[in-house]
Structure formats: structure tokens, C-alpha cells
T-cell receptor, first 115, second 115 residues
């Protein structure tokens, strides 16, 4: 099955700086890679995703890059703000013809924005 | 449109008791999932369903059972609760089709403690 590794487990950055979280996956058949943000005591919320036919996707201050050859993908947050403080999870799965086995999640990164 | 609704939000069980965690979605999503999240960890897939009458085991199915008699409902049954089942349980749904958003919609979670 798929295995997703996520680093670092904790990341502390100064407000206004950039943050980068990295994930690797093991199954070359995986073709969908979402990122979720989870605030304390809340449900995970999808913030951005990327499919394997795209190398990069951006949404305002958030971007995700994918390197299929190396089997890794990264989340980039620029101009960090206090409300970016949360736990971020990467995930991977294989969608084909409408089938899906469920997302495999990384263990999460606790992002701390220092004022 | 309520999205994904989970009940109860909190529950304390004694060892050996049984209970059913309820999950319902009103988005006509065909895919539904149950995950557990242990403290400081990512989400692990327990069971999933690709449609009414079809269920499959995920990564950690032992001690749990599911059923999917309708598109809307996907209850999770715990038989003979054990302390190792203390966790937060999230139900999720999705509607993966070519060209559409593959992201999950999560419920608000059920915090279960087994004592």
C-alpha cells in the first residue's frame, strides 16, 4: 500500500516569512495529492490539491509543487500570518476511472507563526 | 445543505461496551470513509465505501464494522470497546469524477474515550 512521509513534524517561522512542508510517497500509481489544514479541535479542511498531470498549482499565498520522478510534493506558504498556525497534513491516493481506495495521510506538521 | 453530520460529538465507553458512530451526508456523494486520528498523528483509514451495499477494509479495520444500506448513511460499529480505540473519529465523503473536485468533506468528528 501507499506510505506517505511528512517533514518536519514542527515548523516555527516568523510572521511574514515563508514556510515549506515536504512529503514523499511510495506508490508510483498515486495521482492525487491534497493538503489539509486542521485547527485545534476542528475537522481537517482542504486548502489545495494537485493532480499528477500538473507540476505546480498556486492559490494566493499557498502553492503546491509535485515531482513525480522523485515522488515528492511540497506545500509553500508565503507571507505567513498568525491565522496560518495549525497542523497541516499531506495525503496521496490513486484515482482511476472513478475508483479510489481512500487517502493515505502523512503524520502532520505543526506550523507555528511567531509574532 | 448540512454536508457531513456525525453523532455523537463526544462519548465515554467502558471496556467491553459497544456503540455505533453515526455519519450522514446530504451531498449525494457516492464515496464515504471512516478515519481515526490518534493524538499527534495523522488520519488512518478504518473502512470505506464506494456506494450503497459496498464496503472495504482500510488500514486499521480490526475491532470495527460498517454497513452502507443507503447512499446517505455510513455508520461505524465498535464491538467490545478497548482502550486502544480511544481516538477521534472522522467520517468523510467525496464524489470523485473526471474533471471534478476530488477533495473530501469531513464531518466534525466524534471524540471517543474508552475507560
Amino acid at each position: 500500500g501507499e506510505n506517505v512521509e511528512q517533514h518536519p513534524s514542527t515548523l516555527s517561522v516568523q510572521e511574514g516569512d515563508s514556510a515549506v512542508i515536504k512529503c514523499t510517497y511510495s506508490d508510483s500509481a498515486s495521482n492525487y495529492f491534497p493538503w489539509y489544514k486542521q485547527e485545534l479541535g476542528k475537522r481537517p479542511q482542504l486548502i489545495i490539491d494537485i493532480r499528477s498531470n500538473v507540476g505546480e498549482k498556486k492559490d494566493q499565498r499557498i502553492a503546491v509543487t509535485l515531482n513525480k520522478t522523485a515522488k515528492h510534493f511540497s506545500l509553500h506558504i508565503t507571507e505567513t500570518q498568525p491565522e496560518d498556525s495549525a497542523v497541516y497534513f499531506c495525503a496521496a491516493t490513486s484515482y482511476s476511472g472513478g475508483g479510489a481506495d481512500g487517502l493515505t495521510f502523512g503524520k502532520g506538521t505543526h506550523l507555528i507563526i511567531q509574532p | 445543505n448540512a454536508g457531513v453530520t456525525q453523532t455523537p460529538k463526544f462519548r465515554i465507553l467502558k471496556i467491553g461496551q459497544s456503540m455505533t458512530l453515526q455519519c450522514a451526508q446530504d451531498m449525494n456523494h457516492n464515496y464515504m470513509y471512516w478515519y481515526r486520528q490518534d493524538p499527534g498523528m495523522g488520519l488512518k483509514l478504518i473502512y470505506y465505501s464506494v456506494g450503497a451495499g459496498i464496503t472495504d477494509k482500510g488500514e486499521v479495520p480490526n475491532g470495527y464494522n460498517v454497513s452502507r444500506s443507503t447512499t446517505e448513511d455510513f455508520p461505524l460499529r465498535l464491538e467490545l470497546a478497548a482502550p486502544s480505540q480511544t481516538s477521534v473519529y472522522f467520517c468523510a465523503s467525496s464524489y470523485p469524477r473526471q474533471g471534478r473536485d476530488y477533495g473530501y468533506t469531513f464531518g466534525s468528528g466524534t471524540r471517543l474515550t474508552v475507560v
